[in-house]
């Protein structure tokens, strides 16, 4: 399962705000017609709730069942090493350039797991793309 630059700016700034863990009922009001997340004991209180969270599903604490950030393990490696006053540059940095962050940091992430076991292979980064010999690119401009 492939992360898309946009649900990793939506993980990121969700993190950022401090809006975790995410709240797994909801209940119906009516007066503005919608389904308001909550907690359990807030949520049991109106007549109309629910539990939103399906038991035997996966469920991500920041972004509930899109689990496609928490299952990355070069992100979540990545992520370990973040100090808790550190998601708010990292929200700017991905509200700038969502799609970067995500390549940069998954290579950061397979760095720190091919440091820890010499078996996994590092990947990414910022030259990643890059042709391996010259004259091999895509618009090589470079004679063969």
Not at 98 to 120: E, F, M, Q, Y
Not at 136 to 144: A, E, F, N, V, Y
Request: glycine content about 6%; overall charge positive; proline content about 8%.
């Amino acid at each position: 399962m492939t992360v898309a630059p946009h649900i990793l700016r939506r993980y990121v700034l969700d993190r950022a705000a401090g809006r975790m863990p995410r709240p797994e009922w909801s209940y119906y009001a009516p007066d503005i017609g919608a389904w308001i997340l909550a907690v359990e004991a807030s949520a049991r209180r109106y007549e109309h709730h629910r539990r939103v969270r399906i038991d035997g599903v996966p469920w991500c604490d920041v972004l509930g069942h899109r689990t496609e950030v928490a299952d990355d393990l070069q992100l979540q490696t990545y992520f370990l090493t973040i100090a808790s006053d550190g998601w708010s540059r990292l929200a700017i940095e991905v509200m700038q350039h969502p799609t970067r962050c995500l390549k940069s940091w998954r290579a950061a992430g397979a760095l720190i797991l091919a440091a820890v076991d010499p078996n996994t292979e590092a990947f990414g980064g910022p030259l990643s793309d890059w042709p391996e010999s010259r004259g091999t690119g895509p618009r090589s401009m470079l004679p063969r």
